[in-house]
């Protein structure tokens, strides 16, 4: 008999999941926030309630058996969001806890493969929104950044830009999950859901050049600073040295929505 685990999609879910499936982990034939799988004669359907105390004794289990480079990692792949990853994380616990991290040929396994391609991934998409994510000053003083990341990583921004801005009042809002991190000058909190009007978020904001409409939402010194930058962004471009194919590589067009400046890939 087969099982396929259902869980409630948060990270304290998963870790029950984990908890409860890995003495089974021979049977296990997926892992799944939604319930997309009929079942049949060979396979059992095993909904998971996520119990708060048993996910946290199961991370403190891994955190004393494996190194923090692999409970990093595990967290990345985690937050990948992809589907039939967390049976592929189950089964890389597998592997960790029967033969240690010190594994030969570790490189070529596909699991192993996997899971250091995914989390390179999501690290690197951390990394670039460092740089790329735009706030914007809204006429109550407060700086809002939208973003849309591939991946559910914005949590793991309130560290970097805590520290960064740390005299500001500032908002990170996903729109994609409609999550977000609001920072009050003293305390950093995770909203798990953002509610602002529909004008200011994300691609519904003014467009360029549109300095009427950007009044409406915007306090002036940053319609100003708005102006300034694109002017010198513009002004900076060597025509002759456009190289449209390098920029998305450094900058790609994932992120260009967001964006203060006005990009030009032609």
């Known amino acids: 008999m087969f099982l396929y685990y259902i869980y409630d999609g948060t990270f304290e879910g998963l870790l029950t999941t984990f908890a409860e499936a890995l003495?089974?982990?021979?049977?296990?034939?997926?892992?799944?926030p939604t319930r997309d799988l009929q079942p049949d004669l060979f396979t059992e359907i095993v909904e998971i309630t996520t119990n708060q105390e048993l996910s946290a004794r199961f991370f403190g289990y891994l955190s004393d058996h494996f190194s923090q480079r692999t409970i990093k990692e595990i967290g990345y792949c985690i937050l990948a969001e992809e589907r039939g990853l967390e049976l592929i994380v189950l089964k890389y616990l597998t592997i960790l806890l029967q033969r240690g991290e010190a594994l030969k040929g570790a490189a070529h396994h596909p699991i192993i493969s996997k899971i250091r391609?995914?989390?390179k991934r999501v690290a690197a998409e951390i990394h670039r929104l460092y740089g790329f994510l735009r706030f914007r000053q809204l006429p109550n003083r407060l700086f809002y950044g939208a973003i849309a990341p591939k991946y559910n990583i914005t949590g793991l921004l309130a560290t970097h830009f805590t520290a960064r801005f740390a005299d500001?009042?500032?908002l990170i809002h996903d729109t994609k999950r409609n999550i977000g991190l609001y920072y009050n000058g003293q305390t950093c909190t995770y909203l798990q859901k953002v509610e602002l009007p529909a004008e200011i978020v994300g691609v519904s904001l003014p467009p360029h050049g549109q300095e009427e409409q950007k009044a409406q939402f915007y306090a002036e010194s940053e319609i100003n600073y708005q102006k300034l930058w694109n002017e010198y962004f513009q002004k900076i471009a060597i025509t002759e040295r456009k190289n449209p194919k390098l920029q998305r590589q450094h900058l790609p067009q994932h992120y260009w929505s967001y964006l203060v400046e006005k990009v030009d890939s032609k």
């Not at 003495?23 to 799944?32: E, K």
Request: glycine share 6%; no cysteine; net charge neutral.
């Open 23 to 32: 003495p089974h982990q021979n049977q296990v034939a997926g892992i799944s």
């Open 168 to 170: 500001q009042l500032w």
């Open 117 to 119: 391609s995914t989390a």
